[in-house]
């Protein structure tokens, strides 16, 4: 959290948890945001192999199977509509994870008067039903500033 101000934060608790919650910016034109984060509910435990980049992985998968519509974003309080959800895979330090790319829109759809001046406080929720019954929730949050950043590629 950036503390520069007082503010009120209600979390919630869950059975599931979000890791490496990050955010930024599509500045490719399209006005939305990338999300990357990796859920976890311990009581999963699944092991299995993938490959990626013709490398053979050992997947240590303690995540629950998420849908785009398990998924809730909100940007200072505003619902943000959701894109595309893709699974990928973490790897390093001798481990593989799963963990999720979400795509949104930049600004609330309701808000024509959204303003990206300040710091913007981004919370990700998922709810979701396993094949055994078991429910997964979580809550994750990050605090961000827009900066006017742009890549350019030279021939």
Known sequence: MIVDQDEIHDFKVGTGEIYS???????????????????MILHKSEKYQVEI??????????SPELKLEDI????????????????IYETGNGYTMPAYILQVK?????KKDYSTLG????????????EKGFIAQSQGRTQFFYSNAYAYSLM
Not at 106 to 110: A, L, N
């Open 21 to 39: 919650l990050c955010v930024w910016a599509n500045n490719g034109g399209s006005g939305t945001l990338f999300i990357y984060f990796r859920p």
């Open 53 to 62: 980049n013709s490398n053979k992985f050992d997947v240590n998968d303690i």
């Open 72 to 87: 809730f974003v909100t940007m200072n309080g505003h619902e943000l509509k959701k894109l595309s959800l893709q699974k």
């Open 106 to 110: 930049r600004y609330p759809e309701e």
């Open 119 to 130: 710091k913007q406080t981004l919370i990700v929720e998922y709810d979701t039903i396993d």
